[in-house]
């Protein structure tokens, strides 16, 4: 035929199970580390230690279809209704997924918007490990009112709306349709 894409996602393939590889090496790293600086003087603090759970094989690709979902508002607002977006350990796993920005990792995501969103889920300055309360600027965001506001489903259509609208121009901008395409 024609056009075969078996070769490209072998390649992908690989790239992914490299990368699989080195996620992998750099959280035993990072655990091992973890386990050398963490007082064991106390019955608690074992009690406290991060259990070692064996991380699935297809970890990477896992996430990175979570991450692409938080590019839907429908799938935003059925985590609202539903309670999820409100739990800690949820927002803490969010927070964890922020590795995403980095550009050896975006370059696997299809949806940009999932990041965007995810930023409004959990602003970076909103850390509850850096001390300070929203940042610096004062404004105290902690990405509470889109949370809130993603339950609502007219605020759910809106941004949805607006997501076509992106993309709509995006999709003008650069292949050339529409009104952008005068000289």
């Given at each position: 035929?024609?056009?075969?894409?078996?070769?490209?996602?072998?390649?992908?393939?690989?790239?992914?199970?490299?990368?699989?590889?080195?996620?992998?090496?750099?959280?035993?790293?990072?655990?091992?580390?973890?386990?050398?600086?963490?007082?064991?003087?106390?019955?608690?603090?074992?009690?406290?230690?991060?259990?070692?759970?064996?991380?699935?094989?297809?970890?990477?690709?896992?996430?990175?279809?979570?991450?692409?979902?938080?590019?839907?508002?429908?799938?935003?607002?059925?985590?609202?209704?539903?309670?999820?977006?409100?739990?800690?350990?949820?927002?803490?796993?969010?927070?964890?997924?922020?590795?995403?920005?980095?550009?050896?990792?975006?370059?696997?995501?299809?949806?940009?918007?999932?990041?965007?969103?995810?930023?409004?889920?959990?602003?970076?300055?909103s850390d509850p490990d850096d001390g300070s309360e929203g940042g610096g600027d004062?404004?105290?965001?902690?990405?509470?009112?889109?949370r809130r506001e993603m339950a609502q489903l007219p605020f759910r259509n809106f941004?949805?709306?607006?997501?076509?609208?992106?993309?709509?121009?995006?999709?003008?901008?650069?292949?050339?349709?529409?009104?952008?395409?005068?000289?």
């Amino acid at each position: 035929t024609f056009f075969s894409p078996r070769p490209r996602r072998r390649g992908l393939r690989n790239r992914i199970e490299t990368e699989e590889h080195q996620m992998t090496a750099e959280l035993a790293s990072s655990s091992a580390d973890a386990e050398a600086v963490a007082p064991t003087t106390s019955s608690s603090s074992s009690a406290v230690a991060a259990p070692s759970i064996a991380l699935p094989p297809n970890r990477f690709e896992l996430e990175l279809e979570f991450v692409q979902s938080l590019a839907s508002p429908a799938y935003l607002h059925y985590l609202a209704t539903s309670g999820t977006l409100y739990q800690s350990s949820f927002l803490d796993f969010l927070r964890y997924l922020r590795y995403w920005k980095r550009p050896q990792y975006a370059r696997y995501l299809l949806y940009p918007h999932c990041l965007y969103f995810l930023d409004l889920l959990v602003p970076p300055d909103s850390d509850p490990d850096d001390g300070s309360e929203g940042g610096g600027d004062g404004k105290g965001d902690s990405g509470e009112a889109f949370r809130r506001e993603m339950a609502q489903l007219p605020f759910r259509n809106f941004v949805h709306e607006q997501q076509f609208y992106s993309w709509q121009f995006r999709s003008a901008r650069l292949y050339g349709r529409g009104e952008g395409t005068k000289e």
